[in-house]
């Protein structure tokens, strides 16, 4: 379905390194940077930049903006979070289960059932945990200047409902880049096989996969459900979006600069978060209009399938993290 211009990437990537941060580092000469991303134009991701554009182009009085390449242009999102680490590229959104291979601790958002809910979810990350992760990759030049809501995770697939973790025996289940999304879908007795989301629609439309998990406005935007017709709500993860700046453009711009361009990525998160809450409720609808059999499952079986996945930790930094969040009120 979608195109994957990923051939093209060494080219884009060589004009991107000419054209990336025009006049960069001085307050008096116009500064765009290029943001690239792997979600269509109509997600509440999409808006949110466009947004964050708008009150950087206010904030900055007309001397700073953002182009925005939707849509994968520039490749996956392992392949923007490497052109933001050698320069190439200004800005990229990406979730955070591929940051996992850059920054360790990013793993603990791929881990099933850490978050009670979305509201400790987001309580987690507007507090001292999610402010340390999000600038924990500088010193890979991979600074975080957001979160944004990419809601609960959620199993689909084409031809077998699944209403409990022993359902998912023997499916191949796509999932993102990141080692412990694998141990994710096996510790629930799938077999994971992860690919890009670009290549995601023909994987399921060949049967490359049986089935896939994400978030409903990406099972509905991307058009997954034409599909895979039954989506289990067994919310296993809730792994956020982030908006990443590459540190090499961070440290060209001025501290004035920077400023702007953190208070506009930051005045974009509520107006990102208003969206997608509406966004997530249509796109349940609108599946379900399509035919998709919704289902809600006792999630205390996937709970308890994970157990072991979840004592694995002890005795690792991230399990001091994971009782770090469960006090968390
Ligand atoms: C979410 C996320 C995307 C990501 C996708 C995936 O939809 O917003 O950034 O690419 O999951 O599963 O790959």
Redesign the pocket.
């Known amino acids: 379905m979608k195109l994957t211009l990923k051939p093209l990437l060494g080219i884009v990537g060589i004009s991107l390194l000419n054209l990336s941060l025009i006049g960069c580092g001085s307050d008096d000469k116009h500064v765009t940077l290029k943001l690239a991303?792997?979600?269509d134009t109509s997600?509440s991701?999409h808006q949110g930049m466009i947004f964050m554009n708008e009150r950087l182009k206010e904030l900055s009085n007309g001397t700073m903006d953002i182009k925005i390449y939707p849509n994968g242009q520039l490749g996956s999102?392992r392949d923007t979070i490497e052109l933001l680490q050698i320069g190439s590229l200004d800005i990229t959104?990406?979730?955070a289960?591929?940051m996992e291979n850059f920054v360790p601790k990013m793993k603990i958002f791929s881990i099933p059932y850490v978050f009670r809910d979305h509201d400790h979810f987001w309580t987690v990350l507007n507090g001292d945990i999610g402010k340390s992760l999000l600038i924990e990759g500088e010193s890979v030049k991979l600074r975080g200047l957001a979160y944004?809501d990419?809601g609960a995770?959620s199993f689909y697939t084409r031809d077998k409902p699944i209403y409990t973790p022993k359902d998912l025996e023997g499916l191949k289940i796509r999932?993102?880049k990141s080692k412990t999304s694998v141990r994710m879908v096996e510790s629930l007795g799938g077999a994971a096989t992860p690919i890009?989301?670009g290549e995601?629609y023909t994987a399921l439309q060949q049967g490359v996969v049986d089935g896939?998990?994400?978030?409903p406005?990406?099972f509905y935007l991307?058009k997954h459900f034409d599909v895979a017709r039954f989506y289990t709500l067994d919310m296993h993860t809730s792994?956020p979006?982030m908006l990443l700046i590459s540190g090499h453009t961070w440290n060209k711009l001025t501290i004035t600069q920077q400023n702007w361009v953190q208070q506009a990525a930051s005045l974009s998160v509520p107006y990102q978060r208003t969206l997608w809450k509406k966004s997530s409720d249509e796109a349940l609808k609108a599946v379900e209009a399509a035919g998709v059999t919704i289902i809600k499952p006792d999630k205390s079986k996937f709970q308890d399938a994970v157990k072991d996945m979840h004592d694995s930790y002890k005795d690792t930094p991230v399990y001091s993290l994971m009782q770090e969040i469960a006090d968390i009120k």
Request: proline share 7%; aromatic share 8%; no cysteine.
């Open positions: 991303h792997n979600l997600h991701v999102e959104k990406v979730s289960s591929p944004y990419s995770r999932v993102q890009s989301f995601l896939a998990e994400n978030n406005p990406s991307s792994v979006d």
